[in-house]
């Protein structure tokens, strides 16, 4: 994708973003068969359009119960400060956590496996401030705790992953949209490298069959995707703000590949331009076809 | 009595103090995960007038903080040594260890009190021409190098292996304690990650030799080889704290017993008192006050502005006269070595980030470790013999065991001595420590038709170093496959070695940084 390819395309989408859609917040309330397949909100709190996101899609009481554990998992994973858009935005995290505990959770945890200095990213992202400060768990990743698991998929068949994710009643999977040098873009889906142990980056060889297993493997019950702010290039660090795009939308949904789909045509590329979302799409993992998704679009 | 009983209580409860002062700013040398440390971790070295003196004399500048060894030298002068005796967190370790000796002996008073001066004088003139080797037996630097790259990763691997072992078995009820426990020594007392460095087997048994010394005599290393001892022993020749004995003396010996620095010497044997004058050699002296509370008659005390009553201190001249030959010809000896040349130096010798030019850096540098302690990946390892023996323990980065964080500025935070310096993030992300190439015959995408890339995503510039080409290459089965090849942009490379250490070739990478465009050398150049 070039520049003009995207500002042409984030006009655009821009522009579809700002249709009004006053009613949206009593159809919620009409029942799960007038539910969005995708809520798409935009608006200047990446907290408050997290809220409406989630509302959109039947609240939060439909992902998560009373007494649940929750791991909320955001990508923590660069030793970036939030305006570099290489980790998930804080305030849209500590939003997810505050939801999550007013639906009843027990307890609502957050970790991810980085890449650079866990101690950096935690606090350089201000993650792990904000996500504590609305009463989550907030951990590093314990070596002790990845265990091989049978993840029985059509290349990965096992792998140690992160038993914390495993042992949660609920997922709520929370990337940042960014371009990928190998997988193009760096969406929901690949926001599972970061419960992986082991030597992680062989999975680079095949990148998109093994994102499709782990995705299938893990089953979040929810996918907030984070594009309050995207990186456009040099991406997943970034470390330009020339490289990054404020946005100020998120994009919500249960179905994997349908929040990939959507993400990656915010890019201004088609919605089947990824491999793990095609590679998804036919293994049955979810739809890529977001004509013909319900999708919610809500400027607040 | 009763009141010189307190002044040893208070001197203990000094040491005591002090050496956990120390501890505790030695655990604070660690990452929190913001940019500055927030802690004065480096203190200790500050106040190190050995330190101080050496690189002043062997760099030829003034550098830093100095009021704190100033302090310290004015504190010798009019108190003698008390530094050792009541602050030097060394000199309480070996009088802790000293402890565990059972019979205390009378002190031998052999010559052997001499050697600590020698090397004084060893050091100094290797200063003199210029070379910096204070660090490898400063007790301050010892200890911090000691306890970094050897003593606490002892004690971190001891605490998790026990920890991990209840884990792994999860018994009922007693792991779940043991977590809770762990978790709070975690917190508080444990490094994040286990630090292991390269020699830091023969770092701590150089320190088990120097502790287990105390065994042969109590504080041995106090007594007979600490430079600092020496240089504070030469301060306080004229000090004005001063022991003096009175005429009811009977030369019993029982001061002799408990003296921590050899300074109390023996009567003539008999009873009889040899003179006085000469019985107390105040440079040796700790200011340890243990001769005070045992002496039977009452006749040992200390005060201000007495006579002037100790033994000369006589180191002989033919003695100082090889001490000032040997440092003159150690000098030479330790530069003939052509890892100077242009272009010969180790390639693998990739120094911290602001680290000054390799001449003045091994001026400048006194081994202590923290750079190490702090390193935020334990990618900085002491040096074996990559820089010369001159620079043996200094910091080198190894990629394969950890890389430089590309925001990251804590070794220069923490230098003591400005051979590392403290950089800003604009300064740090403009400084390259060396260069990333390609080995392609190892590179996935080059050699193996397999998809990889890994370098590019963690390569931390912007724009990034580490670019790639899309090419169309054939497999085996003559399918076309359309692959990213990684390329190194020289200009933009800083040398952090991330790349280095995430290729998934692991054992001997398929990309490795050399110190080749380093920007603290002129000549180890390669771009025009």
Redo the contacts between chains.
């Keep these: 994708m070039n520049r003009r390819d995207f500002l042409k395309n984030a006009v655009m989408s821009g522009a579809a973003l700002t249709i009004p859609l006053g009613m949206a917040p009593f159809l919620s309330l009409a029942g799960g068969a007038d539910r969005p397949d995708l809520a798409v909100v935009r608006g200047p709190s990446p907290a408050r359009i997290t809220r409406a996101a989630v509302n959109e899609l039947g609240g939060i009481r439909r992902f998560v119960s009373r007494g649940e554990i929750v791991v909320v998992k955001p990508n923590i994973g660069w030793?970036?400060t939030p305006e570099y858009a290489a980790n998930t935005n804080p305030e849209v995290v500590a939003e997810i956590v505050r939801l999550c505990y007013e639906a009843g959770a027990k307890k609502v945890k957050v970790f991810d496996h980085p890449?650079?200095?866990?101690?950096?990213?935690?606090?350089?992202s201000g993650i792990?401030a904000a996500a504590t400060a609305s009463g989550a768990l907030v951990s590093?990743v314990d070596e002790?705790k990845f265990k091989d698991m049978a993840i029985k998929g059509q290349l990965l068949k096992t792998w140690p992953l992160y038993t914390e994710i495993v042992e949660a009643d609920k997922i709520i999977n929370v990337p940042i949209a960014k371009v990928?040098?190998?997988a193009t873009l760096t969406l929901g889906m690949k926001n599972w490298m970061g419960i992986m142990g082991g030597?992680r980056?062989?999975i680079?060889?095949?990148?998109d069959e093994s994102l499709v297993d782990l995705a299938r493997f893990v089953r979040p019950s929810l996918v907030i995707l984070d594009a309050v702010r995207i990186l456009v290039?040099?991406g997943?660090?970034?470390?330009?703000l020339s490289?990054v795009r404020r946005l100020d939308t998120v994009i919500a949904g249960t179905d994997q590949v349908a929040v990939d789909a959507f993400g990656t045509t915010l890019f201004g590329m088609k919605a089947d331009a990824l491999g793990c979302v095609r590679i998804g799409h036919s293994a049955g993992l979810g739809n890529m076809n977001i004509s013909r998704l319900r999708i919610k679009r809500l400027t607040i | 009595m009763k009141l010189h009983l307190q002044v040893k209580n208070i001197r203990r409860f000094s040491q005591a103090l002090f050496l956990i002062l120390f501890l505790w700013l030695f655990l604070q040398t660690e990452?929190?995960?913001?940019n500055e440390l927030g802690y004065p971790v480096k203190i200790f070295l500050d106040a190190d007038p050995l330190v101080w003196l050496t690189t002043i004399i062997a760099s030829r500048t003034f550098y830093g903080v100095f009021i704190l060894a100033l302090t310290v030298i004015i504190a010798t002068i009019i108190l003698g040594r008390v530094f050792c005796g009541w602050i030097c967190p060394l000199g309480t370790l070996h009088h802790l260890a000293g402890n565990l000796k059972k019979k205390t002996a009378p002190n031998k008073n052999t010559g052997l009190y001499r050697t600590k001066y020698l090397l004084l004088i060893f050091i100094l003139v290797l200063a003199f021409l210029g070379i910096q080797l204070t660090g490898i037996l400063d007790p301050l630097a010892l200890l911090i190098r000691s306890l970094s790259l050897s003593l606490y990763p002892m004690f971190s691997y001891a605490l998790r292996s026990f920890f991990?072992g209840v884990?792994?078995y999860n018994i009922p009820l007693i792991t779940g304690g043991s977590e809770f426990i762990y978790s709070f020594l975690k917190r508080a007392v444990l490094p994040?990650n286990q630090p292991s460095f390269l020699q830091g087997i023969s770092i701590g048994l150089i320190f088990f030799l120097i502790l287990a010394l105390n065994l042969r005599e109590k504080r041995f290393w106090c007594k007979y080889l600490c430079p600092l001892g020496a240089l504070l022993g030469i301060l306080s020749r004229y000090a004005l704290l001063k022991r003096s004995v009175s005429e009811d003396c009977d030369g019993c010996g029982a001061c002799l017993r408990n003296c921590q620095g050899g300074a109390c010497l023996l009567g003539s044997p008999g009873g009889a008192v040899m003179d006085k004058a000469k019985a107390w050699k105040n440079a040796e002296c700790l200011m340890c006050l243990n001769c005070d509370d045992p002496c039977p008659k009452n006749a040992v005390s200390f005060g201000f502005s007495r006579k002037p009553a100790s033994a000369a201190l006589d180191l002989g001249k033919r003695r100082i006269f090889s001490s000032v030959l040997a440092g003159v010809a150690a000098a030479p000896l330790l530069r003939i070595s052509p890892l100077a040349k242009i272009g010969a130096s180790e390639p693998t010798l990739i120094r911290p980030p602001g680290a000054l030019g390799e001449e003045m850096f091994l001026k400048r540098c006194v081994k202590c470790g923290e750079c190490m302690k702090v390193c935020?990946?334990g990618g900085l390892q002491p040096t074996f013999l990559e820089a010369g023996l001159e620079g043996i323990w200094s910091p080198v980065l190894v990629p394969r065991i950890g890389y430089c964080?590309?925001?990251?500025t804590l070794c220069g935070q923490v230098c003591p001595t400005g051979a590392i310096r403290k950089l800003n993030l604009e300064e740090k992300a403009a400084t390259k420590i060396g260069l990333a190439m390609i080995d392609k015959g190892r590179c996935?995408p080059f050699a193996h038709t397999?998809?990889?890339?890994?370098c590019?995503?963690?390569c931390?510039?912007?724009?990034?170093a580490i670019w790639?080409e899309e090419v169309r290459l054939r497999d085996r089965q003559g399918r076309e496959t359309i692959l990213?090849q990684p390329h190194v942009d020289l200009s933009l490379c800083v040398g952090c070695g991330i790349c280095e250490t995430?290729?998934?070739v692991?054992g001997r990478p398929a990309i490795t940084v050399t110190n080749l465009g380093e920007s603290r050398s002129k000549d180890n150049q390669l771009l025009l």
């Design positions: 030793d970036r890449v650079s200095d866990a101690r950096r990213t935690y606090k350089q792990a590093f002790r990928h040098g190998i030597s980056g062989r680079h060889q095949r990148i290039d040099n997943p660090q970034g470390g330009s490289d | 990452s929190k995960g913001a991990d884990f792994a994040f935020i990946t964080e590309y925001r990251c996935l397999m998809s990889c890339i890994v590019e995503e963690v931390p510039t912007s724009p990034k790639f990213k995430k290729c998934p692991l």
